[in-house]
């Protein structure tokens, strides 16, 4: 079959046309034909070898792409996450995350979807226990997932949103999607903290879900220090590590400030939320982009292309989709 395919870790996926197809090894997978799937920060590290849940893993050739949209043998279009590869003709599946699509919703919006709503929406329900009328700052809201969180935010209720970032276009895009406050992380760390510090003691943040942690994480973490006296509870939930894997955080920061630190990602749900996320979540996002309530960019590459477009940076808030 025609696919991606790693040969050698920390290798670019190479275009073959003749990969062995995978094969159903339990009732609980079944084969499908692969139709669209996302490339994301979270394949490009697993098929690096980077990412935390590929720590000790022997390579051998493999296909990138976590997740995808496919047709069943009766030719039902359905979303579902991966047991093999996605970027290739066909791949195996696990029949407990199979999400039907509903009328109206691309491949490639399908495709693009479903990883920034778990990023999100698992972080705003689960780990944050987000209420109707809270104040929201999301950390790195110009990408695909950071736009995708502002609407989601909106959508639960959210009050007030804030969101930061470095392209200035986007971060005005963001406007239109529903955040309130805008501040860039190229301010210098002086002006930035003083901008979170104004908007937190105007509107007192009630969530940060972050995606860039590093340096940014600690200038937010700073500004929210406080005096000695009763303060805001703020809920910090880390989403990604963008810009750096650990950061400095002083004691006096969790001292001074009612501060819940969490974070959301692979390994850190359990098994009901898990059971949720695809049979409630995102199934109703799916929904909300069929009806044209969730907007969602992309743009489409085909597989023979791969090669050239595995590294390509992606700006505008668009997600990378590769077409079978």
Known sequence: ????????????????????????????????SVKAAAIKHLDKSKASGTHYSTKGDIHKAKVPGGDGV??????????ALGVSGMVAEKAT??????????NGISDDVA?????AVAGSAMAFRY????????????????????????????????KKIIAT????????????????EIVSTKLDD???????????????????????????????????????????????????????????????????????????????WSKEEMQKLFTQIIPEMFQLAADGKLKVETITVPLKEIEKLWEMEVEGGRRLVVIM
């Not at 496919?70 to 979303?79: E, H, K, P, S, W």
């Open 190 to 268: 002086e002006s930035f903290i003083a901008q979170i510090k104004q908007l937190h003691n105007h509107t007192p943040i009630d969530i940060i879900i972050d995606y860039l942690w590093g340096h940014t994480a600690e200038l937010i973490l700073d500004a929210l220090k406080g005096k000695g006296s009763v303060s805001h509870k703020t809920r910090f939930v880390s989403i990604g590590a963008i810009t750096g894997d650990k950061i400095q955080l002083s004691s006096e920061i969790l001292r001074s400030v009612n501060l819940q630190l969490s974070g959301s990602g692979l390994g850190s």
């Open 165 to 180: 970032g470095r392209n200035e276009q986007s971060l005005q895009s963001l406007l239109q999607l529903g955040a309130d």
């Open 93 to 102: 599946i696990e029949k407990n995350t199979i999400i039907q699509l509903p």
């Open 127 to 158: 780990r944050e226990g987000m209420k109707g009328g809270e104040t929201v700052l999301i950390n790195g809201a110009t990408g695909f997932t950071g736009g995708i969180a502002v609407q989601i935010a909106k959508h639960y209720g959210a």
């Open 1 to 32: 079959m025609k696919a991606a395919v790693i040969f050698q870790k920390g290798e670019m996926p190479r275009y073959s046309e003749d990969f062995p197809e995978p094969i159903a090894n339990s009732e609980d997978e079944i084969v499908i």
């Open 111 to 115: 495709a693009a979807l479903p990883n």
């Open 70 to 79: 496919g047709l069943l043998a009766d030719g039902t279009r359905v979303f």
